[in-house]
Nanobody, 122 residues
Framework: QVQLVESGGGLVQAGGSLRLSCAAS????????MDWFRQAPGKEREFVAA????????AYADPVKDRFTISRDNAKNTVYLQMNSLKPEDTAVYYC???????????????WGQGTQVTVSS
């Protein structure tokens, strides 16, 4: 069993930055690829970023490419999402997820966090 707890969300002005963290319990964190998804009001949950279990490979959704950076520290059981140049359309609840396979889909995700709200004002 792995529990994921996100933190770092909040209210920021357009153009600002936030760093989300996702802390995992358990000793098996390093075997999972990790993902960030987001869900805006009235919209479906969408993929944001992924990182392989060893941190070598990363992938991003087109809307966040070159603005967001995913990273992980397996010694601290934590995955991060650095978000720069934030836009109002980035407003959403952000979720981290533990994934059995590295990729951009959610069909092999086994654990989800509870989410953290990010609000970007114009």
């Amino acid at each position: 069993q792995v529990q994921l707890v996100e933190s770092g969300g909040g209210l920021v002005q357009a153009g600002g930055s936030l760093r989300l963290s996702c802390a995992a319990s358990g000793r098996t964190f390093s075997v999972y690829a990790m993902d960030w998804f987001r869900q805006a009001p009235g919209k479906e949950r969408e993929f944001v970023a992924a990182i392989s279990s060893n941190g070598i490979r990363t992938a991003y959704a087109d809307p966040v490419k070159d603005r967001f950076t995913i990273s992980r520290d397996n010694a601290k059981n934590t995955v991060y999402l650095q978000m720069n140049s934030l836009k109002p359309e980035d407003t959403a609840v952000y979720y981290c997820a533990a994934d059995l396979a590295y990729g951009t889909t959610s069909n092999r995700i086994v654990y989800w966090g509870q989410g953290t709200q990010v609000t970007v004002s114009s």
